[in-house]
């Protein structure tokens, strides 16, 4: 990329992993990073050989922080699974922690915005190294985000919750967004359009389980 095309950018999509799992309110960019598991070990890594390769060679990087994404063909996490569970027709459906966990989740579609809006930006316009976070700003707790899946299904099913946490698992993880702001970006997605959306891609994408 430095020798064939030194004026492109590389946008790295890394993780709000990095900030580790101490954080409350929104987190800003220039957080201190202390990541609690190899995934976030990894991504912040990541970051910092891409920066160092491009303040050495010239080339722009710009970092993206995704939080929460979500939205169709996410075969895996919370949705995904809240899903799996009430194809089965539970009596309850039961999960880890106490719900008040807040998370920032962001449409995928959003996100792949975010991505090529970096992307597009000029070389004066973003330092090598530039980090923005790629969230919506707004908490949303787990037990919020279960009774909307729930709601979308058409169900009535109770959730329930363990009140026992897994070890690392963050009680707050938002994003604070107004770097990407200033630059002109705004999430669209309200969640509860992506939530209906991602139900609906659900039950017409998988085959129904037997309970």
Not at 115 to 125: I, M, T, Y
């Amino acid at each position: 990329m430095a020798r064939a095309a030194p004026r492109s950018s590389l946008v790295l999509a890394s993780s709000a992993a990095v900030y580790g799992a101490s954080s409350s309110g929104a987190i800003p960019e220039s957080h201190p990073c202390d990541p609690c598991s190899p995934y976030g070990e990894h991504k912040r890594i990541a970051e910092m050989l891409a920066v160092s390769f491009a303040r050495r060679r010239g080339v722009r990087v710009t970092i993206v922080r995704l939080f929460s994404v979500y939205g169709p063909h996410l075969r895996k996490q919370l949705l995904w699974d809240l899903c799996t569970r009430l194809s089965k027709a539970p009596r309850e459906l039961l999960l880890a922690g106490t719900g008040a966990e807040t998370r920032d989740f962001l449409h995928v579609e959003d996100a792949a915005r975010l991505l090529a809006d970096r992307a597009g930006r000029s070389p004066e316009e973003d330092a090598p190294g530039t980090i923005v976070n790629g969230g919506t700003g707004v908490a949303t707790s787990v037990r919020e985000i279960a009774e909307r899946v729930v709601a979308a299904w058409g169900s009535v099913t109770p959730v329930r919750f363990t009140a026992r946490s897994r070890a690392g698992d963050p009680v707050s993880l938002v994003a604070d967004i107004e770097a990407a702001r200033v630059a002109g970006w705004t999430p669209r997605v309200s969640l509860s359009e992506g939530v209906k959306g991602y139900v609906s891609w659900f039950r017409g994408a998988t085959v129904p389980v037997a309970p």
